[in-house]
């Protein structure tokens, strides 16, 4: 079998064209589409990388336009505005001329203001207590293989549970300390749609739009392992809204998600 290239190699193809491009090698694709956790972490890094002054990533927002082939990608980015502590930027995933991920972030400076800390329950199962996933027992997606993930329970596809929550620790096997953006991105999207469960047959389903806001700078998160904790808050007519938090190995909230998604009965 074909070793599947890692996400880091790919990270740092993409750096290596400026981020501007990158050949995404056979192995990443679930279905027809590549992982939306990849491709989203495409657009991302390059919009840092665009900035003239570095500045921590608040929010990213991208809508997943169309299925993102194995291949050669392109990464255009812009500036759309510069102020004096935010910029906003915008950054498309394109394939042959189609975009197929249309993202946005904002970028900005600490300032002086009144911290109001998260509150959010973390007690999830011990990681040593929960026995990896084994992504070589398919249909499991290969590209799991560059992931290290343990569930902790809840939201298995197909097995008719009907559960509302799933949770898992999800660490990179590759090193990537060099793309903080994207090493949380990248774990960020790793929950199936819970919707899954609630089916005792394989469901076409997959994220519709994204958004992922930063309560710390991934630059200062020096965690490997992250905690993901998704709920699906509602789904009717073919559209289910989800939504997650992620921490780091010691209980801190770094980031949290939102997604909009479709599933196929």
Request: charged share 20%; glycine share 8%; hydrophobic share 45%.
């Amino acid at each position: 079998m074909t070793e599947i290239a890692s996400f880091q190699h790919l990270m740092d193809g993409l750096a290596a064209n400026d981020g501007k491009k990158v050949a995404i090698t056979a192995g990443w694709a679930q279905g027809r589409a590549l992982y939306g956790g990849l491709v989203a972490a495409l657009a991302a890094e390059p919009m840092a990388m665009a900035l003239e002054h570095p500045r921590p990533i608040r929010s990213l927002l991208g809508n997943f336009v169309a299925p993102a082939p194995e291949g050669e990608l392109e990464v255009r980015t812009e500036i759309l505005r510069e102020g004096r502590a935010v910029v906003q930027t915008r950054a498309d995933v394109v394939a042959d001329g189609q975009v197929c991920f249309a993202a946005s972030a904002a970028f900005g400076d600490d300032r002086p203001a009144t911290a109001v800390p998260a509150d959010f329950p973390f007690d999830p199962a011990p990681r040593n207590s929960v026995p990896p996933m084994q992504s070589g027992v398919r249909p499991l997606p290969g590209f799991l293989d560059n992931f290290e993930i343990h569930w902790t329970g809840g939201g298995v596809p197909m097995s008719n549970s009907k559960d509302r929550k799933t949770g898992m620790w999800v660490r990179h096997r590759s090193d990537m300390s060099a793309y903080p953006i994207a090493k949380i991105v990248g774990i960020a999207d790793m929950p199936p749609p819970v919707i899954m469960s609630h089916f005792d047959k394989p469901v076409r389903a997959s994220s519709m739009s994204w958004s992922l806001e930063f309560l710390l700078p991934p630059e200062t998160v020096k965690s490997d392992w992250f905690y993901l904790d998704f709920t699906l808050d509602a789904a009717a007519g073919g559209y289910s809204q989800q939504s997650g938090l992620i921490f780091s190995e010691d209980g801190t909230l770094v980031a949290m998600s939102r997604q909009c998604m479709v599933y196929f009965e």
